[in-house]
């Protein structure tokens, strides 16, 4: 099985467990390899990303575990990076300020109205009230919040909100520096099949659309277990018939927990290394001392 996990949450962001704690059970559980991985942070109130006031506390607590742990694991310091259309601060600046070694790409928030770009000496600090309220939140644990933003946000219209949800994706994976795209189909974790179907043309053409930006950017694809866990879907970000295309176009990928607690660091890495065989896959990638590397699936 898989033995690193590179996509971790604690206690700076929306986790539960501190980080001492995390890279402790990883080294009981035998990993090699533990990141940690906050959700970025965003200039408006909100109950799931990392302060700005608290990135250098971060930064600073797991270089500090790194040392102490470094002949038992490696650990590294990253971010899942939310991407909003004309909001969020650009990837690249962020990497450099904190130092961090590497940066994993997501949409969890969709922008429908593109905000006028801000000035150069503007960070894009708008109000949080009136952002918030044009946003779309998709993840999260309850589907109402899905539904009731479905609805304010696009009148209903599935189509026009998938789109966008692909779009505001295509543009992060464009315009946008990092490694590793965070569950790039999450759109279909609350539809539950109410909305549409994944077999449904249309929605096959975004999501192939989105996976061919992939492979052009030369990304690594994780493969989140999240959704099957926490039982809010059921199966794995992205599905099976992507994670075929994606073999078939030579995309790496990497089985991610997305945990946000030290129990969640591995939960269903096996069943994810049986979907990923059986969609042509025979290896993974690890990161090592700031490069990929191929490790076979067992």
Known sequence: MQNFNLHTHSIYSDGK????????????????TIGFSEHSPLPFDNTF?????DMPSYVAEIVQLKEEFKDKIDIYCALEADYLTGVSEPF????????????IGGVHLVVDKVPEPAAP???????????????????????????????????????????RFFEQSNEMIENEQFDIIAHFDKIKMHNRDRYFHEDEPWYRKLALETLDLIREKGLVMEINTRGIYKKRYNGFYPSPWLMEEACKMGIPAIISADAHHFSEITLEFDHA??????????????????????????
């Open 17 to 32: 467990s501190q980080p001492r704690e995390i890279v402790q059970e990883a080294i009981r559980q035998g990993l090699t």
């Open 49 to 53: 990303s990392v302060k700005s006031t």
């Open 92 to 103: 690249a600046v962020t990497k450099e300020k904190y130092h961090l070694d590497y940066l």
């Open 121 to 163: 000496e503007d960070p894009r600090r708008v109000e949080g009230p009136t952002l918030s309220e044009k946003i779309w939140f998709i993840d999260g644990p309850k589907w109402e919040v899905y539904d009731e933003g479905l609805q304010k946000f696009f009148n209903g219209d599935i189509r026009r909100a998938v789109r």
């Open 273 to 298: 290394e049986e979907a990923l065989k059986k969609a042509g896959y025979r290896s993974v990638v690890n990161f090592k001392d700031g490069h990929w590397v191929e490790v076979a699936i067992s």
